[in-house]
C-alpha cells in the first residue's frame, strides 16, 4: 500500500467517525474507502454517437455493451470482471437491486431493462474478463441527448452539471453521483473532432474544480480516426499527424493530457471478428481489385451495387450487416489486408488492431493512468470527501469542528502528496512551447512518471537494472536538474517543473537502497 493510499484511507476513517449518523453520507464515504483498493475507475465520456459503447466492446475484446444507429446507452453502467455474469439494476425509489437475465443475441449481450430509463439509477454488468481486472470501465449516456434527463445523468455523473459548489444540505445523491459508489477516477472524453460541442463538455469537464478528475486524469481520444483520414487506407495516419497538432495546442492541454486517435469501430469488429465475417471478406477480396475498389466507394454502391465477377452472392441484409461491422474504411482495409497475405480470421484480426490505433491507447491508459491508480483513486476519494463536507458541513460527530478538522486533513494530503504535484507537472510539460528543448522535455516527463512510476520507468532503464546502476543513473539525473533550478536563463515556468522534478529524483533515490559502505 502506498503512502498517499495510507493517509487517504486514514483521513476516511476519520471522517466516517465523524458521519457514522449520517447513513447517506457514510455510505459515500465507505465506498470510496473500498475503491481505494479495488481496480480504476474509466468513464467514457463524450457526445452522443461519439462511439463510446464501441471503444469499451474493443477495449474489453467482447461485445458486452450495446451499439448501433439509435441511442443505445441511456443509463449510466459499469462493466467490471467477476468470477460469473450477472447484470443488476440499481432504481432511483429506493427499491431494491433486482438481476436482469444474461442474453446473448449473434454473438452480442443483449440488456433489456423492461423498465423506463427514469427510474433507473444505475446498471452494473458483472463480466469474467482479463481486460477488466485493473480496469472498470462506465459507459456514460451522450452528453448532448435530446431524451429528456439523459445528457443530464451523464453531466451529474462526470461532475459537470454544475461547476458550482453544492449548497449546505443539498441532496447528497444530486451532489456525489448516482449512487454511492459511483464516479470516475479517470475520463477517456471520446470526440469526432475536436471543434463545438465536444469542446464545450469536454472544457466543463476538464476545467472544473481542480480537485476533481481535472486534466492529469482525462485523455481525448480521437474515436472515429478513419472519418478525419476520409476513409482513406492510411485514415489513421493522418489522424496521427491531427492529434499531434492537438497535443501542441496549449488551450486544448488545460482540460487533457494527451489526445490518442483510434478507429473504434475497426478495433471493436477485429477485437471479435467472427469466421463468417472474414469469409465474406475474403470472398470479396477475391474479386478484381479496381472492381472491388469502385464497388466500396460508397454505401449505395455496397449495397445495391453488382458484384465483381467470382465473388459468390451477398445479400443486400449481409451487406449492411458487414456494413455494420466494418464500415466501408474496414472493408477497404480488411480486402487490402487479404490481398496481400492475411489468410486467416486470426492473421487479419491482428493487423486490424495493430492499424486501429486500440495498442496505442492501450498503453497510454497503461502507463499514464492504470500505473498512477492509486493517485487516482485517493484524489477521487479526497473530493467526494470535500463535497460531503461541503453539503453536510455539521456531521452529528464532532460537529462543525470535527468538519473543520476533517478539510484541514484533506488539504494536508492534498497539497503534501508530491504524486498530486507530478500529475500537474506532466500536463504542464505538453503546453511548453515546441522550440524548447525536446529532449529536456522527455527526460522531464519520464523522470515524473510518464512511462510508470517504477524507478527503472522514470530513469529509462532496463527492467532487471542492477541497483547500484539505477542509483548511478538517478544521481546523474539529480546533478542535471539541480543545475536546471539555478539557471537564469530559465523561465518560471521550466524552474518550476525542475524543482518537481528533482524531488522526484529525489524520491527514487531514497526508494533505491544504497550500496553497504566498505570496511
Known amino acids: 500500500m502506498s503512502g498517499l493510499v495510507a493517509s487517504t484511507r486514514a483521513v476516511l476513517d476519520r471522517a466516517l467517525v465523524a458521519y457514522a449518523g449520517d447513513p447517506a453520507a457514510a455510505a459515500v464515504l465507505t465506498a470510496h474507502r473500498e475503491r481505494l483498493d479495488g481496480p480504476l475507475r474509466v468513464a467514457l465520456a463524450g457526445t452522443l454517437k461519439a462511439g463510446k459503447s464501441t471503444l469499451l466492446n474493443a477495449l474489453v475484446g467482447e461485445q458486452i455493451a450495446p451499439t448501433g444507429t439509435a441511442e443505445c446507452t441511456r443509463v449510466v453502467t459499469t462493466y467490471r470482471d467477476a468470477p460469473s455474469a450477472r447484470i443488476v439494476v440499481e432504481h432511483r425509489d429506493g427499491t431494491p437491486?433486482?438481476?436482469?437475465?444474461?442474453?446473448?443475441?449473434?454473438?452480442?449481450?443483449?440488456?433489456?431493462?423492461?423498465?423506463?430509463?427514469?427510474?433507473?439509477?444505475?446498471?452494473?454488468?458483472?463480466?469474467?474478463?482479463?481486460?477488466?481486472?485493473?480496469?472498470?470501465?462506465?459507459?456514460?449516456?451522450?452528453?448532448?441527448?435530446?431524451?429528456p434527463g439523459v445528457a443530464g445523468r451523464a453531466r451529474a455523473f462526470l461532475g459537470a452539471a454544475?461547476?458550482?459548489?453544492p449548497a449546505e444540505g443539498a441532496d447528497l445523491a444530486a451532489v456525489l453521483g448516482a449512487a454511492p459508489g459511483d464516479?470516475?477516477?479517470?475520463?477517456?472524453?471520446?470526440?469526432?473532432?475536436?471543434?463545438?460541442?465536444?469542446?464545450?463538455?469536454?472544457?466543463?469537464v476538464g476545467e472544473r474544480a481542480a480537485r476533481g478528475i481535472g486534466p492529469a486524469g482525462t485523455i481525448a481520444v480521437l474515436s472515429r480516426a478513419d472519418e478525419i483520414g476520409g476513409g482513406r487506407l492510411d485514415a489513421l495516419v493522418t489522424a496521427r499527424q491531427v492529434a499531434r497538432r492537438y497535443r501542441a495546442d496549449p488551450g486544448l492541454r488545460r482540460w487533457c493530457r494527451t489526445v490518442v486517435p483510434v478507429a473504434g469501430l475497426l478495433a471493436e469488429t477485429a477485437r471479435?471478428?467472427?469466421?463468417?465475417?472474414?469469409?465474406?471478406?475474403?470472398?470479396l477480396a477475391a474479386g478484381a481489385r479496381a472492381d472491388v475498389e469502385d464497388l466500396l466507394l460508397s454505401v449505395d454502391r455496397f449495397l445495391d451495387g453488382r458484384l465483381p465477377a467470382g465473388v459468390p452472392e451477398i445479400d443486400r441484409r449481409a451487406r449492411r450487416a458487414l456494413l455494420d461491422r466494418?464500415?466501408?474504411?474496414?472493408?477497404?482495409?480488411?480486402t487490402t489486408l487479404v490481398r496481400r497475405g492475411a489468410g486467416d480470421s486470426a492473421s487479419l484480426a491482428d493487423e486490424l488492431v495493430r492499424r486501429s490505433g486500440l495498442e496505442e491507447l492501450r498503453a497510454v491508459v497503461g502507463t499514464q493512468l492504470v500505473a498512477h491508480g492509486d493517485v487516482f483513486r485517493a484524489r477521487a476519494a479526497l473530493g467526494a470527501l470535500e463535497r460531503v463536507l461541503r453539503a453536510v458541513p455539521d456531521p452529528r460527530t464532532g460537529g462543525e469542528a470535527a468538519a473543520s478538522e476533517l478539510a484541514g486533513a484533506v488539504e494536508r494530503?492534498?497539497?503534501?502528496?508530491?504524486?498530486?504535484?507530478?500529475?500537474?507537472?506532466?500536463?504542464?510539460?505538453?503546453?511548453?512551447?515546441?522550440?524548447?528543448?525536446?529532449?529536456?522535455?522527455?527526460e522531464a516527463r519520464r523522470l515524473l512518471g510518464g512511462d510508470g512510476p517504477a524507478p527503472v520507468a522514470r530513469l529509462g532503464a532496463p527492467p532487471d537494472a542492477a541497483p547500484a546502476d539505477v542509483r548511478g543513473l538517478a544521481l546523474d539525473a539529480l546533478t542535471r536538474w539541480r543545475r536546471a533550478t539555478e539557471d537564469p536563463r530559465a523561465d518560471r515556468a521550466r524552474t518550476d517543473v525542475a524543482r518537481v522534478v528533482v524531488r522526484s529524483v529525489e524520491g527514487i533515490l531514497a526508494a533505491v537502497p544504497a550500496e553497504p559502505a566498505l570496511r
Open 97 to 147: 437491486p433486482a438481476e436482469l437475465p444474461v442474453v446473448h443475441r449473434r454473438g452480442a449481450l443483449v440488456i433489456d431493462l423492461a423498465t423506463p430509463t427514469e427510474r433507473v439509477r444505475s446498471l452494473r454488468v458483472d463480466w469474467p474478463s482479463a481486460s477488466l481486472r485493473a480496469v472498470s470501465l462506465i459507459d456514460t449516456p451522450g452528453v448532448d441527448s435530446a431524451r
Open 162 to 165: 454544475d461547476p458550482t459548489a
Open 183 to 204: 464516479g470516475a477516477d479517470v475520463v477517456l472524453h471520446l470526440v469526432r473532432h475536436l471543434h463545438g460541442a465536444d469542446v464545450a463538455f469536454a472544457e466543463t
Open 272 to 283: 471479435t471478428l467472427r469466421a463468417a465475417e472474414f469469409a465474406a471478406v475474403r470472398d
Open 326 to 334: 466494418f464500415g466501408l474504411h474496414g472493408l477497404r482495409l480488411a
Open 413 to 442: 494530503v492534498l497539497t503534501g502528496a508530491h504524486e498530486f504535484v507530478e500529475q500537474d507537472a506532466l500536463v504542464a510539460l505538453h503546453t511548453r512551447a515546441p522550440a524548447d528543448d525536446r529532449g529536456e522535455l522527455d
